[in-house]
């Protein structure tokens, strides 16, 4: 039987220009849907954020690589010419072997981008490492 779970997590603004981050990550059979936002609420009321973002921003899919093939994905909604979301989820794929649905809701300021691609990274570590101790 699988487990079907959510987590969220707050990350706090590294820069005194930029608002926190939040990571929903749902937790599936062999996949992860991931949805990064910014948000301007406070720690404890960081689940709102997921309420208050847009899922369909930039959303894409990856699929790990299988035998000599390399990870792959493709674009399911898209609000801007950037290509971005797709280069997280196709590297996350590789890196954690599962199919990564991932959805950015931050703007194209590179600054942010890195930032929510380690919140994303750093979240599915520790969600990683959870499940290799059950």
Do not use: H
């Amino acid at each position: 039987m699988t487990v079907i779970s959510v987590e969220t997590k707050y990350f706090p603004s590294s820069r005194p220009s930029s608002p926190a981050l939040v990571v929903q990550v749902t937790c599936l059979a062999d996949s992860y849907m991931v949805w990064v936002g910014m948000t301007d609420e406070p720690e404890e009321n960081a689940g709102r954020a997921t309420l208050q973002g847009q899922l369909g921003k930039d959303w894409v899919v990856a699929m790990p690589p299988w035998k000599t093939l390399p990870a792959t994905g493709t674009q399911l909604l898209r609000s801007s010419n950037s290509d971005v979301a797709l280069s997280i989820a196709t590297r996350l794929a590789r890196r954690y072997g599962k199919q990564i649905f991932l959805s950015v809701d931050v703007p194209e300021d590179s600054g942010v981008l890195l930032e929510a691609e380690k919140a994303v990274f750093g979240s599915l570590n520790d969600i990683e490492e959870k499940n290799s101790r059950m």
